[in-house]
Nanobody
Framework: QVQLVESGGGLVQAGGSLRLSCAAS????????MGWFRQAPGKEREFVGT????????DYADAVKGRFTISRDNAKNTVYLQMNSLKPEDTAVYFC????????????????WGQGTQVTVSS
């Protein structure tokens, strides 16, 4: 079993950047496909992006494609979400998650979740 803790959220102006981190403990992240999801007030949790267990493949939601980048550092047991050109509609609680499979895109495929970190983008 793996425990996940997100950090790096905060308040940023539109057009700015943030980098979220997801630190894992209990097991190495190299055992999991890792994903990022977000949930805005009054909305359902939505997929942001994923990185394969090998780190060789990534996929992103259309809303963030070209602006967000997921990476992983297995030596540090950490996964990152680099967010550039942030928009007010990116405001949400961001969650990282781990899936015990090589690749995962649906939230139902993820067994382990962090507690989330708040990202607020002001206009």
């Amino acid at each position: 079993q793996v425990q996940l803790v997100e950090s790096g959220g905060g308040l940023v102006q539109a057009g700015g950047s943030l980098r979220l981190s997801c630190a894992a403990s209990g097991r190495t992240v190299s055992s999991y496909a890792m994903g990022w999801f977000r949930q805005a007030p009054g909305k359902e949790r939505e997929f942001v992006g994923t990185i394969s267990r090998s780190g060789g493949s990534t996929d992103y939601a259309d809303a963030v494609k070209g602006r967000f980048t997921i990476s992983r550092d297995n030596a540090k047991n950490t996964v990152y979400l680099q967010m550039n050109s942030l928009k007010p509609e990116d405001t949400a609680v961001y969650f990282c998650a781990a899936a015990q499979r090589p690749w995962a895109r649906r939230n139902t495929e993820y067994a382990y979740w962090g507690q989330g970190t708040q990202v607020t983008v002001s206009s």
